[in-house]
């Protein structure tokens, strides 16, 4: 963590060590001529020079609180941003493994733990700063005296050390229940639906599976807890033994006012070595956070600005012996979709059809780009597409998928935020714009029917002005007479404006609507024809396209 703090705030925080060091000295000062200890030790005490670093000590702290908020604040927003950024350059495919609920821990859990650690290091550094100054000013007053502190000094730090270590392994147990507890809420509100129609399960999933998530981290949150308040109460301990073993120390050596000193510079320093005992609790808390994060296997930071990349000019996409394979879990076999052999043509409507675990879903995210193939090749107009570098092959689509996310702003070619006029045009188009408002390229609302919010998904896919539009169950929440306009008015108008439409979809009523039809089952191209002769005839149809093959 320090490494990267230093890295990307390195010059504020030589600052604000730098004004925290002087504020220990001086505070230092200060300490010298109230204790007034023999030997030439102290300086001497002056009403005015007091009253002088008084006042210089008091302006340096009001300085380095604002130095030290400011880069608190700052390292607050760099880790946020960067994991961000980390979340939104890593590959779909690597989000996909992670799982949904495990990263919204991570951007709520883990990042609320790593950026209270990483606001309150600038506070560590200070007080961190300010015993090292004191220490060695112990050590300068009675180097004897200081060697029987240090050895105290040195247990106490073994007997923290042994406790924090032990407060991490809970904290990691507690951060492992709060995911099986995030995927419990998951269920509950994903499938709420199914739980008011069922009480009986509601009552399973209840007793079996909420409580005892939430009994299992209440168990180890009780652990981790029990753990830092003991941490923290012993740490108060220690002080009070650090200035009984001084005490006794100098009572031996005989010297009442060097204990004074002493006793009032470790009572000062209680507070600084408790914060400090405290963060490095914290920290042990955030490294369970970071090694979760780097579970993820997500990219590293990397800037988000890169020149956007333009779609190429096609006429044919070729998929050439296209083969994709993942587990899936608790299968007993992984699932292999392929080889496929499959040619796309523009200005053309692909029906994409199957029953469920055909291989519909992850074709349709192989086309996209989101997966990388296991085997095979994609072909633009005759030229092998590279996956390493796929974003302008990505730029020919703009989709709805069945879990698609409605973004409130609307975004043109160019992806700036799309004109007014061209977005209402649109909402006239699909019935929306009694419904919807938009301003600024902005919807007024987004709190609508699932219908109705496809609609205006698919507005917002038009908008970006994309060569091939893939939609995944696009009809499915749309009424019987939205659903005929879908087919029969929108589908012709996207196609007449020059655009390749691929849709996936169960309407077998609509399918003389597709140019073709591509039917999937178990993983393989079934069957693919063109226009049917009639709807008796297609089940039996036997492919009269020639695919493309490698």
């Known amino acids: 963590m320090l490494s990267y703090f230093i890295r990307k705030l390195g010059k504020l925080l030589l600052l604000a060590t730098v004004s925290s060091g002087v504020s220990a000295l001086l505070a230092l000062s200060l300490f010298s001529m109230i204790s007034q200890t023999k030997g030439g030790a102290s300086l001497p005490y002056s009403p005015l020079y007091y009253g002088a670093v008084w006042g210089i000590w008091l302006l340096m702290t009001i300085g380095t609180s604002t130095l030290l908020s400011r880069l608190s604040a700052d390292a607050v927003f760099q880790i946020r941003v960067s994991l961000i950024r980390r979340i939104l350059g890593t590959a779909y495919d690597k989000l996909e493994r992670a799982g949904s609920s495990r990263l919204y821990n991570v951007l709520i859990s883990d990042v609320t733990s790593i950026s209270n650690a990483f606001s309150e290091l600038p506070t560590f550094i200070f007080n961190l700063i ?27 730090f ?62 180890h949150e009780r652990g981790f807890r029990m753990m830092w308040d003991l941490n923290r ?29 002493y006793a009032l510079i470790i009572t000062y320093c209680a507070g600084p070595f408790g914060m400090v005992m405290n963060l490095l609790q914290q920290f042990a808390h955030a490294r369970v956070s970071l090694s979760k994060i780097d579970s993820l296997q997500i990219d590293g930071d990397k800037s988000l600005a890169a020149p956007v990349a333009h779609a190429p000019a096609w006429n044919t996409i070729q998929f050439s012996q296209i083969e994709f394979t993942y587990r899936q879990e608790g299968a007993e076999a992984p699932f292999v979709l392929g080889p496929l ?17 055909s291989g519909k879903s992850t074709f349709i995210k192989l086309l996209l780009g989101l997966h990388e193939p296991s085997a095979g090749s994609i072909y633009i107009d005759g030229v092998k597409q590279s996956w390493a570098d796929n974003e302008g ?28 006029a061209q977005v209402v045009s649109l909402l006239e188009r699909f019935k929306m714009a009694s419904v919807v408002k938009v301003l600024g ?23 970006r002005e994309r060569d091939i539009y893939v939609l995944d169950e696009w009809a499915a929440d749309q ?29 077998d009523r609509y399918f003389p609507i597709a140019d073709r039809r591509v039917d999937f089952e178990a993983g393989r191209i079934r069957l693919e024809s063109n226009r049917f002769p009639s709807r008796t005839d297609q089940t039996v149809a036997t492919p009269d396209y020639a695919t493309v093959s490698a």
């Not at 100054?133 to 247990?155: D, E, Q, T």
């Not at 390229?441 to 908008?463: C, E, H, M, N, P």
């Open 341 to 357: 052999d499959l040619e796309i043509r523009k200005g053309e409507v692909i029906f994409i059809t199957g029953g469920n675990g």
């Open 130 to 156: 300010l015993l090292v100054s004191c220490l060695s000013y112990l050590a300068y007053l009675s180097p004897m005296l200081f060697g029987v502190l240090a050895v105290a000094i040195g247990i106490s």
């Open 393 to 420: 092959y990505r730029a020919l689509f703009s989709m709805v998928l069945s879990d698609f996310y409605l973004f409130g702003q609307v975004l043109d070619g160019s992806g700036k935020a799309a004109a007014d």
């Open 233 to 261: 109460g012993v740490t108060v301990a220690l002080v009070f033994l650090l200035l009984g073993v001084v005490t006794e120390a100098g009572r031996r050596l005989g010297d009442q006012g060097l204990v004074m000193s």
């Open 441 to 463: 390229g902005v919807f007024d609302t987004v709190r609508l029917s699932q219908g109705q919010r496809k609609r205006l998904a698919l507005v917002s896919a038009i908008s």
């Open 479 to 507: 009424d019987p007479q939205y659903r005929r306009t879908f087919y029969e008015e929108i589908i012709p108008w996207l196609q007449q404006s020059g655009r390749t439409v691929v849709a996936v979809t169960h309407d």
């Open 158 to 219: 073994m007997v923290s050390r042994t406790l924090i270590g032990k407060l991490a392994r809970r904290s990691r147990d507690m951060r492992d229940s709060q995911d099986a507890m995030m995927d419990g809420y998951k269920g509950m509100l994903e499938g709420s639906a199914q739980l008011a129609v069922d009480a009986a399960r509601k009552q399973h999933y209840y007793e079996h599976d909420l409580q005892r998530r939430a009994e299992q981290l209440r168990k």
